[in-house]
């Protein structure tokens, strides 16, 4: 049984015995197997078959994988992956501009609202509180407690934080008031913080997508929004009617990138907290933190620290937004390691050719 598997090779040809063959008189001649053709013919079916079956583990691989991803509306049929580019535009004739358009389609823009795009008083959130408690005859919360509640939604802060009430109408009357409060403080004026507006110009010519989140009510946000005069800029406005949680919570920035059809690892956040760092990161999503309530060095746990976000270019955006393939699970890829044609003049001691197999 041994003779006959070891008779045929698995590509239907006598097995390569070695490198000499006997001559009609006994003798060993010893045969270059470069210039045998059938051998450089075995030696490309070979290969061929080596690459089928690496590309059947790479396609396999890469289905099990993308069981893991969350589902973005990306083409699995075809194997696209990163998502379809939608900065890409087909009927630009200059090549370069395109593919920098190209580039920046990999990539979303995920901002939050005050201290971050526009002028923040963090007295006036703290006056409103202070205001409420006082209407409601509850006892004026602490600094710690005002600080901890930064950022979550009005209902969240008051049954969780402040535990006043958590009867679902009064939550929804305490926190309705809240704003009211901070409406008449705030007054209705609304000032972009220097290199914003610069910022999100640049964003808008080079056709990256963003999104708007906020705690506010999006009455009040979309007011706002209309007021500073950049109606229309955002592809997606998350508010406090759209999630159950705020920050902490990674919800509103999961949103966010569900509804610009983005993958997490290519959502870039852009905020002032580090408890916006921490939702960022819970999210799969890179973090720049804009330094307008805290100093520099209590927002290291960011990705990028800036003071104005006209500090920031495409080239950092990009750089952010690079996925390297361990961030997938992916395997580290196998290279084939190709012989070079005076490698293969040597003589090898493991193989030998038989005269009778190849003439």
Excluded at 21 to 42: C, E, F, Q
Excluded at 143 to 165: H, P, T, Y
Excluded at 192 to 221: C, D, H, W
Excluded at 230 to 253: N, S
Aim: charged share 30%; glycine share 6%.
């Amino acid at each position: 049984m041994v003779e006959s598997i070891s008779a045929t090779s698995l590509l239907g040809h006598r097995p390569i015995l070695g490198h000499y063959w006997k001559d009609s008189l006994g003798k060993h001649v010893a045969v270059n197997p470069n210039r045998s053709p059938r051998v450089r013919v075995i030696k490309a079916q070979a290969m061929e078959l080596t690459r089928e079956v690496y590309n059947f583990r790479e396609e396999d691989r890469f289905r099990k994988n993308s069981d893991h991803q969350i589902d973005t509306n990306l083409d699995k049929k075809s194997g696209l992956w990163p998502p379809k580019n939608k900065a890409d535009n087909p009927s630009l004739q200059n090549p370069l501009l395109r593919q920098e358009r190209m580039g920046c389609g990999w990539l979303g823009a995920i901002f939050e609202w005050e201290g971050v795009l526009i002028e923040d008083n963090p007295d006036l959130e703290k006056q409103a509180w202070l205001a409420l408690s006082q209407e409601e005859g509850k006892s004026p919360p602490p600094a710690f407690l005002l600080r901890r509640i930064e950022g979550m939604k009005n209902e969240q802060a008051i049954s969780e934080v402040l535990c006043w009430s958590r009867d679902p109408f009064q939550l929804k009357r305490m926190a309705s008031r809240k704003e009211e409060i901070y409406q008449a403080l705030q007054g209705g004026i609304y000032r972009f913080r220097n290199g914003s507006q610069e910022f999100v110009n640049v964003l808008t010519r080079y056709n990256i997508p963003m999104a708007l989140v906020s705690t506010r009510p999006r009455k009040n946000l979309e007011e706002a929004i209309g007021a500073i005069g950049i109606t229309g800029v955002f592809d997606a406005v998350i508010a406090a009617e759209d999630v159950y949680r705020g920050k902490p919570d990674p919800e509103m920035f999961a949103y966010a990138a569900q509804l610009l059809q983005f993958i997490p690892e290519r959502c870039i956040v852009f905020g002032n907290s580090n408890l916006t760092v921490e939702a960022a990161h819970d999210a799969k999503m890179k973090c720049v933190a804009v330094a307008s309530k805290h100093p520099v060095y209590e927002l290291s746990a960011a990705d990028l620290v800036v003071r104005w976000l006209d500090e920031l270019s495409v080239v950092d955006l990009k750089n952010l937004a690079d996925i390297e393939s361990s961030e997938f699970g992916a395997e580290p890829e196998v290279e084939m390691e190709l012989e070079a044609e005076e490698d293969d003049a040597q003589p090898s001691s493991r193989v030998a050719m038989d005269d009778h197999d190849f003439w």
